[in-house]
């Protein structure tokens, strides 16, 4: 088989050739982001209404540019960046949904998928590939769709678990050897360093921990060096856990599903990472309709959930998709890992968010949500909320209770306010 699979390339125009107006396909996401197929299908003139489903992807997005409007249109599953503004301007859409949700999108045909564009590692000597970085809702994707489109690139990492695609599922590849799109995180502030050590006195030695991306994660993991036995059962984590698994931190050895793996759907990071996780046993992937499943994840012991939230009001309602009516990213996975975590045995689900926004001018903990905001954690399944001012538990808690907890760990600046407004509301 080497020497041979390599003479079926073709070109990224040849590829993406087939497609006909009003087609419906999947395109792999984060750093595993197709970018040479999707600047190929950007080049197409002659289509119309082909719709691009997707979770976040990283880097040039040149089908969601206001010349594609016509002919190629973005439907996010999650919102990344790339695709905010289309978003803002309506020339893309979003879909509301868990992430565990999504690839029963595909599998139960609810959304039928024309084809799959995904990056693959190159096929070992049994012709097997994988989908490297990023299984999430790919795994179904290319389970069902009636083509699957790949770009085999050298650089891509080859990953243990459910993320096997052997060359012969694909009607047409491109060779690559480029490099993935990076994710960097900026600088911790103060504010996250306050945040990271609460979080980090929450978790106990043996527990799981679900993290997402961001400087809040990132700071948690560097204050939990003095921890033992910690394990990871997540939907996607970044470089923050390298050095936690290689300074033994991180063992997995008390997990039930799957002990001493690391358990994932997606990782997004740099080439650290990147190479982290290549051909490593002790990393695997799946389909976020397992990792995210609320039975696999309570199994675990002592699993915590760190999550953020743009705003949360006085109830508990934690809003963390929207700005208002704009949608800034999407429901992802808080909503199965916070329930997770809560019927895991000695579980601590966790909103981590800095209390203010916009330069300390806008408290993110207010009396009433922005009009239009989403509720993606309902005031029933929060428990922890961290600010830089402190940990509470709402859970139990009555509503007058809530309200004098949360307002304890909001800005001083705006104490006094929220405690005016909420007294006008509730007649406390």
Request: glycine letters at 8%; hydrophobic letters at 40%; one cysteine or more.
């Amino acid at each position: 088989m080497t020497g041979t699979w390599r003479e079926r390339a073709v070109s990224a125009d040849e590829a993406v050739a087939f497609v006909q107006s009003g087609m419906r396909l999947f395109v792999h996401g984060a750093a595993a982001t197709p970018t040479v197929l999707l600047e190929a299908l950007a080049r197409r003139t002659d289509l119309e209404d082909v719709r691009l489903y997707h979770l976040h992807t990283e880097g040039p997005a040149p089908f969601a540019e206001p010349e594609q409007a016509a002919r190629l249109r973005s439907v996010s599953l999650f919102i990344g960046r790339p695709v905010r503004q289309a978003v803002d301007e309506g020339r893309a859409d979003v879909v509301p949904i868990f992430l565990s949700d999504i690839p029963a999108l595909f599998r139960a045909g609810q959304v039928r998928l024309d084809a799959a564009f995904v990056s693959l590692s190159p096929p070992d000597r049994h012709g097997l590939c994988t989908l490297g970085t990023s299984v999430d809702a790919a795994r179904a994707a290319v389970d069902t769709a009636a083509r699957v489109v790949g770009v085999i690139n050298a650089r891509m990492p080859r990953t243990h678990g459910d993320t096997i695609v052997p060359i012969d599922r694909l009607d047409a590849f491109v060779l690559a050897d480029t490099a993935l799109h990076e994710h960097r995180c900026p600088d911790e502030s103060d504010v996250d360093a306050r945040i990271g050590e609460l979080v980090a006195g929450l978790i106990e030695d043996g527990s799981t921990l679900q993290m997402g991306i961001g400087t809040i994660p990132d700071a948690v993991l560097r204050r939990l060096g003095n921890k033992h036995d910690l394990g990871v059962h997540t939907e996607m984590f970044s470089d923050g856990i390298i050095d936690l698994v290689l300074n033994g931190v991180i063992t997995n050895r008390c997990k039930r599903i799957h002990p001493n793996r690391i358990v994932t759907s997606f990782v997004s990071g740099t080439r650290r990472l990147f190479d982290f996780v290549d051909d490593n046993p002790r990393v695997e992937f799946h389909g976020c309709d397992w990792t995210n499943d609320t039975a696999i994840i309570r199994r675990n012991p002592k699993v915590v959930a760190i999550n953020s939230a743009i705003e949360i009001d006085l109830t508990g309602q934690v809003c963390a998709d929207s700005i208002g009516h704009r949608i800034y990213s999407g429901i992802g996975g808080q909503m199965d890992f916070i329930r997770g975590a809560a019927l895991s045995p000695g579980g601590r689900p966790i909103i981590a968010l800095p209390s203010t926004a916009r330069n300390g001018t806008v408290s993110r903990i207010v009396s009433t949500l922005r009009p239009g905001a989403g509720v993606v954690t309902t005031r029933g399944h929060v428990h922890w909320v961290v600010t830089e001012y402190g940990a509470v538990n709402l859970h139990g808690l009555t509503l007058r209770r809530r309200a004098e907890a949360l307002i304890s760990i909001a800005h001083p600046d705006f104490r006094a306010e929220l405690r005016r407004e909420v007294a006008a509301i509730r007649h406390f």
